[in-house]
T-cell receptor, first 112, second 113 residues
Framework: DAGVIQSPRHEVTEMGQEVTLRCKPI?????LFWYRQTMMRGLELLIY????????DSGMPEDRFSAKMPNASFSTLKIQPSEPRDSAVYFC??????????FGPGTRLTVL | SQQGEEDPQALSIQEGENATMNCSYK?????LQWYRQNSGRGLVHLIL?????REKHSGRLRVTLDTSKKSSSLLITASRAADTASYFC?????????????FGTGTRLTVIP
């Protein structure tokens, strides 16, 4: 298995632009998690899905952030409009049964 | 916050020495997990210990859990330069009924060849 796949690996954009991050979980996994990692705040859970249904989005910082999982093999995290404080590494992780999580390589987002 | 906290924040040792990292948490848990993160990479799961277990081994890793003190430790024996990474504990909190993990702030381990 290729593991969790994320794209793009790096994204540089200007303030106000829309950013879409993509994730392909490991085939057969029923949980998908989106995290944000910064030096100041560490690793924060943004939202997670179970069987494509959002379960807990309390970590989503504000309405500018949205996440979808249209099918079992694809999820997106969208930021619109983006702001400099959104600069971080965004990780997607998947798991089977919600225990051990497998992380993707992350997307390093820089908002100028 | 339900996050765990690792101690120390940074640890530097010589190759061959043992490394011990500690994690403290605040609420009852279903299980506690340890992850490793190499610079610029995603986290990798190392080991899971359930709330009814006290000790677990995996290769050069030894994890202990003391639920009365709400603490866990990760011991890496005979460390290698390749063990250089950040190590995080993550708690599966019992009260939430959910399956999300709360990650600590991490211990940055440097193993000097």
């Amino acid at each position: 298995d290729a593991g969790v796949i994320q794209s793009p690996r790096h994204e540089v954009t200007e303030m106000g632009q829309e950013v879409t991050l993509r994730c392909k979980p490991i085939s057969g996994h029923d949980y998908l998690f989106w995290y944000r990692q910064t030096m100041m705040r560490g690793l924060e859970l943004l939202i997670y899905f179970n069987n494509n249904v959002p379960i807990d989005d309390s970590g989503m910082p504000e309405d500018r952030f949205s996440a979808k999982m249209p099918n079992a093999s694809f999820s997106t995290l969208k930021i619109q409009p983006s702001e400099p404080r959104d600069s971080a590494v965004y990780f997607c992780a998947s798991s089977l049964g919600g225990h051990e999580q497998f992380f993707g390589p992350g997307t390093r987002l820089t908002v100028l | 916050s339900q996050q765990g906290e690792e101690d120390p924040q940074a640890l530097s040792i010589q190759e061959g020495e043992n490394a011990t990292m500690n994690c403290s948490y605040k609420t009852s848990i279903n299980n506690l997990q340890w992850y490793r993160q190499n610079s610029g990479r995603g986290l990798v799961h190392l080991i899971l210990i359930r709330s009814n277990e006290r000790e677990k081994h995996s290769g050069r890793l030894r994890v202990t859990l003391d639920t009365s003190k709400k603490s866990s430790s990760l011991l890496i024996t005979a460390s290698r330069a390749a063990d250089t990474a950040s190590y995080f504990c993550a708690t599966d909190v019992a009260s939430t009924g959910a399956n999300n993990l709360f990650f600590g702030t991490g211990t940055r381990l440097t193993v000097i060849p």
